[in-house]
């Protein structure tokens, strides 16, 4: 059973800070994808990493992916209100339809 | 594109009714559509995997009598909780793919919140 943990499980920061979310498994996937969830919506995608040792970025958001393809991170760089939001890393396995989701990052950014 | 529409948003209803949800995906074909249950707070459960035309895939530990899922199209996957009770009051949210494979992207619904008294 594959399973992805995240930390910290929940984040309150100023805006402005720094921060960094992990996902770590056990596991070998063979992509990550991260989503952002808001309360009362679903989930959206936010970038999809596949390579080991792979970085993307997106505007203020970094994402990696470990070289062994067995843990991720997200960075945010100089967080704002408008990052507040679920976080959750999703793994991908080969010759398995669905994916193994993390345990989830709550981010509380206040101005 | 890649827009996922979910109905109804909210739904609030007696003990022992049924109730089903639809999950449609509005610009491409959703070759497999997956149906989640969420906890407040809490990350996302699968219930079911399932492909177009075929009987789903549950997840250990739910109920198949209990929740029903149909994808007779590739638009259009339901849930049915059967004789709802409170302990099934919940956020369901589903998700399509248009493929098959997992490294491609799911795309979500905005979610129903199932109350039931």
């Known amino acids: 059973t594959q399973l992805l943990e995240q930390s910290p499980q929940f984040l309150s920061i100023q805006e402005g800070e720094n921060l960094t979310v992990y996902c770590n498994s056990s596991s070998v996937f063979s992509s990550l994808q991260w989503y952002r969830q808001e309360p009362g919506e679903g989930p959206v995608l936010l970038v999809t990493v596949v390579t080991g040792g792979e970085v993307k970025k997106l505007k203020r958001l970094t994402f990696q992916f470990g070289d062994a393809r067995k843990d991720s991170s997200l960075h945010i760089t100089a967080a704002q209100p408008g990052d507040t939001g679920l976080y959750l890393c999703a793994g991908a396995v080969t010759g398995f339809q669905k994916l193994v989701f993390g345990t989830g990052t709550r981010l509380l950014v206040s101005p | 594109g890649a827009v996922v529409s979910q109905h109804p948003s909210w739904v609030i209803c007696k003990s022992g009714t049924s109730v089903k949800i639809e999950c449609r995906s509005l610009?491409?074909?959703?070759?497999?559509m997956f149906w989640y249950r969420q906890f407040p707070k809490q990350s996302l459960m699968l219930m079911a995997t399932?492909?177009?035309?075929?009987?789903?895939?549950?997840e250990q530990g739910v109920e198949k009598d209990k929740f029903l899922i149909n994808h007779a199209s590739l638009t259009l996957s339901t849930l049915t909780v059967t004789s709802a009770h409170p302990e099934d009051s919940s956020f369901y949210i589903c998700?399509?793919?248009?493929?098959?494979?997992?490294?491609?992207?799911?795309?979500f619904g905005d979610g129903t919140r199932l109350s039931i008294l």
């Open positions: 610009d491409f074909q959703a070759t497999t």
């Open positions: 998700s399509a793919r248009g493929t098959y494979y997992s490294n491609q992207p799911q795309h």
């Open positions: 399932s492909n177009e035309g075929s009987k789903a895939t549950y």
